[in-house]
Every structure is written in structure tokens, then in C-alpha cells.
């Protein structure tokens, strides 16, 4: 069965600082990876998303994230933070035959100035 | 390209009571899924929807129902509402049936019950 792991619910990071938010995944089979992010009151956003190919994949406003089989991780990075990236952050995982994307709980990142 | 729209924005009712929640998809997407989004629960998969047939519920109890037209808009009806329903729904959409696709995501219908 397919889940997803995200490593803290919480992240705060001073304004140019790294971000790194952590999650791994559980699947019995080559997974497609996602992340979303989910600014205030409004819907969940595609990020960036690995299917096949190449493990480091570029996704908008900057972040990338790479895709580790062997440490079963998806971990989304950005050199450096900016105020308008506070928001929640999810992780998401299917695979090819799958009817439905699992979701990680989300991490809520933080930016202080 | 017109996104996914939900309606209504906000809706308020009491314990017992039905709601009907309303998700239009991205024209052209087949495919729709709903997700209740509860305050420190994160995002819950509850149905999803492909050519008007029902394909796949998470686990939530039988109150929670829907249905998808032909023009591929879909409804949610929670009957019997609880309080613990209060809850952000996302309606999301997506082209095809293959997990690599990608959802797009509607802003949600915030449901309280009072």
C-alpha cells in the first residue's frame, strides 16, 4: 500500500535562508511523486511533479525537489526563502495504476524576516 | 482556461442536516475527485468520479455521497451532518485515469456545522 511521510508538521526559516522540506514514501512499485502547495483560503497548486527520467526534478517559484530510490525520499528544496513562500506544503504519491493520489499531512512553512 | 470552480464559497449548517456541495471541472478533465480537508487532519481522499461512474471512496461512512453528471460537473451530499463534518472540501479534476497526472484543484467549499 502506498503512504506518504512528511517530516514535521511546522518549518520556519529566516527570509534567504534553505528551505527543506522532508517527506518519504512507502510503494510497492515505481511511484509518481508530487508536491502541492496550498496558500491561504485557496485550493492545492501542482508544484512540481517526477514521473520518470531524471530523479532532480524543477518545479515553479524556484523549487526543486529529488527523487532517491534507494532512501525512498522526495525532499523539496529552495535556496533561498522568500515571504510570499509561507504556506502549507503537501507531499503526494500514486502510481501508474492507481485510482487516487495519496496525500502527506502537510508541512506549514514559515518565514521570518 | 477556466479553472475548477466549486460553489458555494462558504456554508453553514446544523447538526442533521444535508449539505450539497457543487465542483465544476476544467473543461475537457473526465475525471473528478473530492478531498475533505479538516482542521489538523490534513487532506482525506473521499471520492472520486470518472465518465458519471463512481470509481473509488475513501473511507468515510455511507452519508458521504455524490454523484457526477454527464457534462462531468459533480455533487457531493453530506447527509445527517455531524459536527465533526466542518471541514474545507476540494473538488479536483484531472484529464485522464493515470496516476501520473497531475489534480487541479478547485478553492474549495468551507462547510461549517453548527
Same mark, same amino acid.
Given at each position: 500500500? !502506498?503512504?506518504?511521510t512528511q517530516l514535521?508538521?511546522?518549518?520556519?526559516?529566516?527570509e534567504?535562508?534553505?528551505v527543506?522540506?522532508? #517527506?518519504? *514514501?512507502?510503494?510497492?512499485?515505481p511511484? *509518481?511523486?508530487?508536491?502541492?502547495?496550498?496558500y491561504?483560503?485557496?485550493g492545492? !497548486? $501542482?508544484? $512540481?511533479? *517526477?514521473?520518470t527520467?531524471?530523479?532532480?526534478v524543477?518545479?515553479?517559484? =524556484?523549487? +526543486?525537489a +529529488?527523487?532517491?530510490?534507494? +532512501?525512498?525520499?522526495?525532499?523539496l528544496?529552495?535556496?533561498?526563502?522568500?515571504?510570499?513562500?509561507?504556506? +502549507?506544503?503537501f #507531499?503526494a504519491?500514486?502510481e501508474?495504476?492507481?485510482?487516487k493520489i495519496?496525500?502527506?499531512? =502537510?508541512?506549514?512553512?514559515?518565514?521570518?524576516? | 482556461?477556466?479553472?475548477?470552480?466549486?460553489?458555494?464559497?462558504?456554508l453553514?449548517?446544523?447538526?442533521?442536516?444535508?449539505a450539497?456541495?457543487?465542483?465544476?471541472?476544467?473543461?475537457?478533465h473526465?475525471s473528478?475527485?473530492?478531498?475533505?480537508?479538516?482542521?489538523?487532519l490534513?487532506?482525506?481522499?473521499?471520492?472520486?468520479?470518472?465518465?458519471? @461512474?463512481?470509481?473509488?471512496?475513501g473511507?468515510?461512512?455511507?452519508r458521504?455521497s455524490?454523484?457526477?453528471?454527464?457534462n462531468y460537473?459533480? @455533487?457531493?451530499?453530506?447527509?445527517?451532518?455531524?459536527? @465533526?463534518?466542518?471541514?474545507?472540501?476540494?473538488?479536483a479534476?484531472?484529464? @485522464?485515469?493515470?496516476?501520473?497526472?497531475e489534480?487541479?484543484?478547485?478553492?474549495?467549499?468551507?462547510?461549517t456545522?453548527l
Amino acid at each position: 500500500a !502506498q503512504s506518504v511521510t512528511q517530516l514535521g508538521s511546522h518549518v520556519s526559516v529566516s527570509e534567504g535562508a534553505l528551505v527543506l522540506l522532508r #517527506c518519504n *514514501y512507502s510503494s510497492s512499485v515505481p511511484p *509518481y511523486l508530487f508536491w502541492y502547495v496550498q496558500y491561504p483560503n485557496q485550493g492545492l !497548486q $501542482l508544484l $512540481l511533479k *517526477y514521473t520518470t527520467g531524471a530523479t532532480l526534478v524543477k518545479g515553479i517559484n =524556484g523549487f +526543486e525537489a +529529488e527523487f532517491k530510490k534507494s +532512501e525512498t525520499s522526495f525532499h523539496l528544496t529552495k535556496p533561498s526563502a522568500h515571504m510570499s513562500d509561507a504556506a +502549507e506544503y503537501f #507531499c503526494a504519491v500514486s502510481e501508474w495504476s492507481a485510482s487516487k493520489i495519496i496525500f502527506g499531512s =502537510g508541512t506549514r512553512l514559515s518565514i521570518r524576516p | 482556461e477556466a479553472g475548477v470552480t466549486q460553489s458555494p464559497t462558504h456554508l453553514i449548517k446544523t447538526r442533521g442536516q444535508q449539505a450539497t456541495l457543487r465542483c465544476s471541472p476544467i473543461s475537457g478533465h473526465t475525471s473528478v475527485y473530492w478531498y475533505q480537508q479538516a482542521l489538523g487532519l490534513g487532506l482525506q481522499f473521499l471520492l472520486w468520479y470518472d465518465e458519471g @461512474e463512481e470509481r473509488n471512496r475513501g473511507n468515510f461512512p455511507p452519508r458521504f455521497s455524490g454523484r457526477q453528471f454527464p457534462n462531468y460537473s459533480s @455533487e457531493l451530499n453530506v447527509n445527517a451532518l455531524e459536527l @465533526e463534518d466542518s471541514a474545507l472540501y476540494l473538488c479536483a479534476s484531472s484529464p @485522464e485515469i493515470a496516476g501520473c497526472d497531475e489534480q487541479f484543484f478547485g478553492p474549495g467549499t468551507r462547510l461549517t456545522v453548527l
